[in-house]
């Protein structure tokens, strides 16, 4: 069982940046031994992929709409995975939610929602222009 906790969203102007992070709460297994995922949610859309870690945070892969601008980072001893968000746009407007991942499974796999058993309550970022 994984309990995800998110923070760090606001309002930030365009070409800002913000750090979300998320704290898992694990029983029964290390939180290393988790790939960790981060997702964003706007109305009318389906959540999307946005960057994952995964376990022990030796790979990353990231959504093309954010490569180079976001980066996934984690802290095993924290229980803590990070999303540096820079050069932020209007469009990286969203809840984003973070989520981990018990099963093995590809970085490719890992871009898709179902692989992903516990979801944190997400936190909203408001992008203005």
């Known amino acids: 069982q994984v309990q995800l906790v998110e923070s760090g969203g606001g309002l930030v102007q365009a070409g800002g940046s913000l750090r979300l992070s998320c704290v898992a709460s694990t029983s029964g297994r290390t939180f290393s031994s988790y790939a960790m995922g981060w997702f964003r949610h706007t109305p009318g859309n389906e959540r999307e992929f946005v960057a994952v870690s995964s376990w022990r945070g030796a790979l990353t892969d990231y959504a093309d709409s954010v490569k180079g601008r976001f980066t996934i980072s984690r802290d095993n001893a924290k229980n803590t995975v990070y999303l540096q968000m820079n050069n932020l746009k209007p469009e990286d407007t969203a809840v984003y939610y973070c989520?981990?991942?018990?099963?093995?499974?590809?970085?490719?796999?890992?871009?898709?929602?179902?692989?992903?058993?516990?979801w944190g309550q997400g936190t909203q970022v408001t992008v203005s222009s």
């Open positions: 989520a981990a991942a018990g099963t093995l499974s590809s970085l490719v796999a890992l871009r898709t929602r179902s692989r992903y058993d516990y």
